[in-house]
Structure formats: structure tokens, C-alpha cells
Nanobody
Framework: QVQLVESGGGLVQPGGSLRLSCAASGFTLDDYAIGWFRQAPGKEREGVSCIRSSDGNTYYADSVKDRFTISGDNAKNTVYLQMASLKPEDTAVYYC?????????????WGRGTQVTVSS
């Protein structure tokens, strides 16, 4: 059974850091790209970052470039999103999803999300 489970969200002060994890089961990271998305209340879902372990390609939205780092651990079948210099506008539910390529229009599998709140 294919499953993606996010963890690591929470409440953090502006300027702080968090590391999100996306644990995959039922498939291997070599076969898929893993993307991180986020959705804030009243806003559309936004693509944040993506990695395709098989070729090392990564992608970052302009809004998070130089602050967020995506990485994968194939041995643990887990993708991480290290978030630094967090801003209140980063507050959202963060989801990970799997697709054949980062540029895919439709991501096949989705996790349930983890809440990130940036507030003082």
C-alpha cells in the first residue's frame, strides 16, 4: 500500500527553523519525485520544493529559495525539508506528494499534511 506520512510541523517563532519529514512506503524514492506543497487558509495550494533522487534534480519556489533545503535519504525512504529563517507568511499546512517528475501536472500520491505555524 502506497503511503506518504509527513511529520515535524509545529509552532515556531519568526526567524526559527523546522525540519519536515516525508516518510514513503509502498514504493521507493528512486522511482518518484517527491514534492512539498503548502496551503494557507484562504489561499491556493503552492508548490514549495521538489526532489528527484534518481537524478538529483531539485526545485525551489522563489519565495523559499535560500531559506529551505530539500534532501532525500533513500535508505530511510524519506525526504526532508529543512526550513530556516521562517516568516509568518510561511504558515500553512505542508503536504508531500509523489509524481514521476517534479514538473508533473498531477501528483499521484499525497500525504495528509503537517501544520507549520510561524508566530511570536
Amino acid at each position: 500500500q502506497v503511503q506518504l506520512v509527513e511529520s515535524g510541523g509545529g509552532l515556531v517563532q519568526p526567524g526559527g527553523s523546522l525540519r519536515l519529514s516525508c516518510a514513503a512506503s509502498g514504493f521507493t524514492l528512486d522511482d518518484y519525485a517527491i514534492g512539498w506543497f503548502r496551503q494557507a487558509p484562504g489561499k491556493e495550494r503552492e508548490g514549495v520544493s521538489c526532489i528527484r533522487s534518481s537524478d538529483g534534480n531539485t526545485y525551489y519556489a522563489d519565495s523559499v529559495k535560500d531559506r529551505f533545503t530539500i534532501s532525500g535519504d533513500n535508505a530511510k525512504n524519506t525526504v526532508y525539508l529543512q526550513m530556516a529563517s521562517l516568516k509568518p507568511e510561511d504558515t500553512a499546512v505542508y503536504y508531500c506528494a509523489a509524481a514521476p517528475y517534479c514538473s508533473a501536472e498531477d501528483y499521484t500520491y499525497w500525504g495528509r499534511g503537517t501544520q507549520v505555524t510561524v508566530s511570536s
